[in-house]
């Protein structure tokens, strides 16, 4: 009986990972994109507060690189990654961290944009399972739960939606181990245009940096 719920276990996964061959594929050709630069809506849902928490922000990203994430009208927070560090800005406090990529506080963002060896498909692979897809529209959604405990400690349960026309991750969103939910929605990007390089600079004379 456990041997056959082994092999039934095992059949699952499989079957779930060659139904994400679209996922591979939109994954794949996302990274082979010179840059995107795209708005987008982020939604949190707080376990301790009773309304969710809407705000607009924009993204410029060249896939596996370098990255700058803007939240908030005007900006609350600024993330920019330009390969080597990130710089993690408070924009109303005017102070700053400065993070490794693997810090916990940004591997989410990191998963959301592609960024890191993680990000790709089989690592992702080695770090989630997949727990459920569905095609519909254009568009596919897949499901992942964290294999991994150093990545259970952060995320309860990943969602990905792909636009498999724009081969553009669309929405991704995540649980938290405290229940705090965050989805994030983003509208049609601008796909191989030229993002100057001085998106990614920062003038870190203007901040205070956490030590």
Do not use: C
């Not at 009986?1 to 039934?8: D, N, Y």
């Amino acid at each position: 009986m456990i041997r056959s719920g082994v092999l039934l276990l095992f059949l699952s996964l499989r079957i779930f990972a060659d139904e994400a061959a679209p996922l591979r594929e939109a994954l794949k050709k996302q990274a082979a994109h010179k840059s995107v630069v795209a708005t987008f809506r982020q939604t949190k849902r707080v376990p301790a507060l009773t309304d969710d928490i809407k705000t607009m922000g924009k993204l410029w990203l060249i896939p596996g690189k370098a990255f700058r994430w803007e939240l908030g009208t005007p900006i609350r927070q600024a993330i920019v990654y330009n390969g080597a560090k990130v710089l993690m800005i408070d924009e109303l406090k005017k102070t700053g961290e400065r993070l490794s990529p693997d810090d916990r506080s940004v591997k989410p963002l990191f998963l959301t944009l592609g960024m890191g060896e993680e990000a790709s498909f089989d690592e992702m692979l080695k770090a989630f399972t997949i727990t459920s897809t569905n095609e519909a529209k254009g568009r596919y959604n897949a499901t992942f739960s964290p294999k991994q405990r150093s990545v259970k400690k952060i995320i309860k349960s990943l969602l990905m939606q792909v636009n498999l026309e724009a081969s553009f991750v669309e929405r991704i969103g995540w649980i938290q181990r405290d229940g705090t939910e965050t989805m994030t929605e983003f509208f049609t990007p601008k796909l191989n245009i030229t993002i100057p390089s001085s998106t990614f600079k920062v003038d870190e004379s203007a901040y205070r940096w956490k030590e």
